[in-house]
């Protein structure tokens, strides 16, 4: 494993528990979408709000077919 990554992990063992379920909620939205994006929105140095949007993409043939045509 990457030094990086385990220096990493070995501070998320410090962070405190709701700092822990934002970080668990930040990963669930990145893991959850296939294109688009995630806007972390920060106050007063908190989070106070995630985004998360997702894009669907056709080609042209799939979008075609969508359309009921091709």
């Known amino acids: 494993m990457d030094q990086g990554v385990i220096e990493v992990v070995q501070e998320i063992g410090d962070f405190k528990e709701s700092e822990k379920k934002l970080l668990l909620q930040i990963l669930k939205a990145l893991k959850s979408i296939r294109y688009g994006c995630v806007q ?31």
């Open 40 to 70: 972390i929105y920060i106050q007063d140095s908190k989070v106070v709000q995630i985004d998360k949007t997702e894009k669907i993409r056709f080609d042209k043939e799939g979008y075609l077919k969508l359309l009921g045509g091709g």
